[in-house]
């Protein structure tokens, strides 16, 4: 078994420490879980948003990345919510990986790109991702660093960093330890050590050969004779995943526990699917705290709008702690003319949960509602002189708060199914 390549429990636990939840007993076809892992890791460089309209790169094409401006905080991507603790607790540079834990992994290799470019600032461009408990390690030098121009990602800021980078897997001796294995090989050219998990490399790996596959065939920097078996690759800013994307890649069209395609319904909640009894019989465990929150309950069906009588042609932007502070400007959103066609469906026909926030300018019969999902997929209004009835319901479930939450279903382009009187357990972490 070659010890670099990624087994099955290990992509679980890298989809789950970048917010991808799938069961352990999930019964998605290995193919399925890599294609998602792929996706992931795309959508944590934001590969779409950047790179997909160039297609291939070539690094030699754009600008060189200017020494004066701070390689780190190019690499660095946070959310809100790891901003906010940052600013708190004092924490503005790059601080050294320190956790070995597996759920910890994303945010290492995240540290370990930080460290690579401090280290570039610093002068130093080799590097050696290893520790001294393996027989292997991955050695690579920072070619040159670029920028992605505006004409090269649309709209977004000029502030990305494309890091060029050749790289190779080294097998240490049975006996010999890495660093001094490392040794014979350098010499005295100076080389980081860079302490890495088993995990966090084969993470790195699987990065570098995705975006080695994006690169032109026109881009041939020189290399150096010892190198002629390093394989070339690149990479950008790695940052969290915000809770669209999060939202996608935590969906399931077809049966919840295997993705095949459905069969039958849970007849107790009408919330989950199944391709058969045996998947149904496997997810119980995971299935029946939400079933039971949900049996008995009334289904409302509801009519949602763009429309929103106070806010006119102005923007608005919805912003929680999963957002990229490098994002914040793509939240905005203009009302009405941007936003006629209905909102796109991820959840198909599943429950999942909505926040229902009352507005504070309205009152009476213009009272309405701004509705949300966690993955913000669609952000609408419910105007009370829409469902006069229902939303008496939703104002008795307010009661004297400002904001709930609540299990819906879409049953149309612009209709959902609401159910006000079966409540979560706890409110969601949103």
């Not at 094409?61 to 390689?71: D, F, V």
């Not at 980081?192 to 570098?208: D, H, I, P």
């Amino acid at each position: 078994m070659n010890t670099t390549e990624l087994q099955r429990p290990e992509i679980l636990v890298l989809l789950d420490c970048m917010g991808v939840k799938l069961q352990k007993n999930t019964k998605i076809p290995d193919n399925d879980l890599l294609k998602r892992l792929n996706q992931t890791v795309d959508a944590a460089q934001r590969y779409n948003e950047l790179l997909a309209p160039i297609n291939l790169i070539n690094p030699s094409t754009l600008s060189k990345w200017k020494c004066s401006e701070s390689l780190l905080e190019a690499v660095k991507r946070v959310n809100m919510a790891e901003a906010y603790s940052n600013m708190i607790s004092g924490r503005n540079r790059v601080a050294p990986p320190t956790s070995t834990s597996e759920e910890d992994t994303f945010m290492e290799v995240r540290q370990v790109l930080m460290g690579l470019a401090s280290h570039w600032e610093q002068k130093h461009d080799s590097f050696a991702l290893m520790d001294e408990a393996s027989n292997w390690c991955v050695v690579a030098r920072i070619l040159e660093v670029q920028r992605l121009e505006s004409g090269s990602s649309g709209d977004l800021k000029t502030d990305v960093p494309v890091l060029s980078i050749l790289y190779k897997v080294i097998h240490s001796p049975s006996g010999v330890q890495m660093s001094d294995h490392l040794r014979q090989i350098f010499g005295l050219h100076p080389v980081v050590a860079v302490s890495t998990t088993q995990l966090e490399r084969k993470y790195l790996l699987k990065l570098f050969a995705m975006n080695a596959k994006r690169l032109s065939t026109a881009y041939k920097p020189r290399r150096k004779k010892d190198e002629a078996e390093h394989r070339l690759t690149f990479i950008i800013p790695l940052g969290p995943l915000n809770m669209r994307d999060l939202g996608k890649l935590n969906s399931t069209s077809g049966c919840e526990l295997c993705g095949k395609k459905m069969k039958s319904r849970c007849t107790q909640c009408l919330s989950v699917s199944y391709c058969g009894k045996e998947c149904q019989r496997d997810d119980w465990p995971n299935h029946k705290k939400l079933c039971r929150s949900l049996k008995g309950g009334t289904w409302h069906t509801i009519t949602f709008s763009h429309e929103n009588n106070s806010m006119g042609k102005m923007y608005r932007a919805l912003i929680n702690r999963f957002d990229s502070v490098h994002d914040i400007r793509g939240q905005m959103i203009k009302s009405p003319e941007d936003a006629n066609a209905p909102p796109p469906n991820i959840h198909d026909d599943k429950a999942f949960l909505v926040k229902f926030q009352i507005s504070l300018s309205q009152y009476g019969m213009d009272s309405s509602m701004l509705l949300y999902d966690r993955q913000k997929s669609f952000q609408v209004n419910w105007l009370k002189s829409h469902d006069t009835d229902v939303y008496k319901e939703g104002e008795k479930a307010m009661g004297d708060r400002l904001k709930i939450y609540r299990w819906v279903r879409r049953v149309g382009d612009y209709q959902l199914a609401v159910c006000f009187d079966k409540a979560p357990e706890t409110d969601p972490v949103w």
